[in-house]
């Protein structure tokens, strides 16, 4: 059935996403002042249109005040901003596969968005500012086409005052100050979803933690330096064996932040992983934590979902990634860890299927859990030498793409035999546990 412009482009979430067009880059020019949570932005963006079309719309928070748009070669435009969509109407038509040029000039005190997952997105800290957008919290700082198949280059430009650091994903490559302020400018050009773009603005020492086989930096409040060093001592480590596992690291550096402030979760961004004060406690329980946001560079940042629905792909790939980390670092065996995992899902409800559990399952942890036994499962039939091989074509086939769970189900098959389908049908499209034991 061919597709209509009103249809969403997710069911996951309807509301967002855009049609008539594809981004290929947002250049993001963001004057922040902390104190008084006040923001000032132009946001550029350049895309190519998918049909001809002359209205465009964007998603971007209401509480965000727009206060010009244009359109390069469009004349005058008019534009609305409502129900968290920023629609633009330029004077002409554009044809299909035309370039389009939107910029878009807006500021206001920015807000988390709520969702059903929790608030999303651009939030005050004690000091500062995080930014936590998955899954759709990115329209809560810029304007954007958020869902995660929209993957695009970025230049993000933060000025802010002096005191302050302000990380944001990619390579530093500006710093300047004038008077009491500084603008740090960071670049992006691998692609990247909208849900992945962060800022992150404190009191932060930076860290060179090492320089091989990527430079890892990290960013962290002076108080809690000792615990990170001891907490986040083996990342060097885990860039190491999960080469060896996954194949070469996707992006040219990463780096960590440590908020001040506590954190219920680690957060997960392109180039970077941000963690909270209480998992840098110098206890060193932590450190699975720290392998699970690492590998997201591979399995949800280099690689990511085309749709919300296959979020196994990236919080089981990550989960077991755990798992391989303990493995190779001298502790319990994957296969420990599962028959643990395995356990602990026969005491929750079998209520969902991993390869399509629902927007309000998305982020259960039995989709975590089972997604990381699926990859179990599949390992004990391929065997390490197999298995491995596979996971490390996965990443090189589709580096920087989006994938679906029918192109890994394909390329396992591939690997080894059709009967593979049967073992991704109990795993991932039932609801009943296969029965089994992994130890």
Known sequence: MKKTADEPIDSYLPQNGNRGYRVS??????????????????????AVTTQARNSFSLDLADRLDVTKVSIAGAGKVKYTHRGGKLTLTAGREFASGAAVVFVVRYGGSPAPLRSDWGQVGF?????????????????????????????????IAITTDSPYTAV?????????????????????????????????IGYYDRIGVA???????????ARLRAG???????????????????????FPLYSVVVTDDDLEIPVEAQTLSVFGANHCDGSGRSERLVAHELAHQWFGNSLTARRWRDIWLHEGFACYAEWLWSENSGRADAAIHAQRAYEGLERTPRTIVVGDPGPASMFDDRVYKRGALTLHAL??????????????????????????TEQFVDLAVRAGDASLRGLFDRWLYAAPLPETRFA
């Open 25 to 46: 880059r947002y250049d993001l020019d963001l004057t922040y002042k902390v104190s008084s949570n006040r923001l000032e932005a132009t946001a550029t963006v350049t």
């Open 211 to 221: 320089t091989k086989p990527v430079p890892i930096d990290a960013y962290v409040p």
């Open 379 to 404: 390992r004990r039939e391929l065997g390490d030498d197999a298995f491995f091989a596979l996971l490390r074509r996965w990443t090189d086939e589709h580096r920087y793409g989006l994938v679906t």
């Open 168 to 200: 944001a994903n990619g390579t530093l490559t500006e710093r300047r100050t004038r008077a009491s302020r500084t603008t740090w400018v960071y670049d992006q050009p691998e692609p990247m979803s909208t849900y992945l773009a962060t800022l992150q």
């Open 123 to 155: 939030e005050e800290l004690t000091e500062g500012v995080i930014v936590a957008s998955q899954p759709n919290g990115a329209a809560s700082w810029f304007p954007c086409d958020d869902h995660p198949s929209a993957k695009a280059a970025y230049r």
């Open 228 to 250: 990170f060093e001891h907490d986040f001592a083996r990342q060097r480590e885990m860039m190491q064996v999960f080469e060896t596992l996954f194949g070469p690291y996707p």
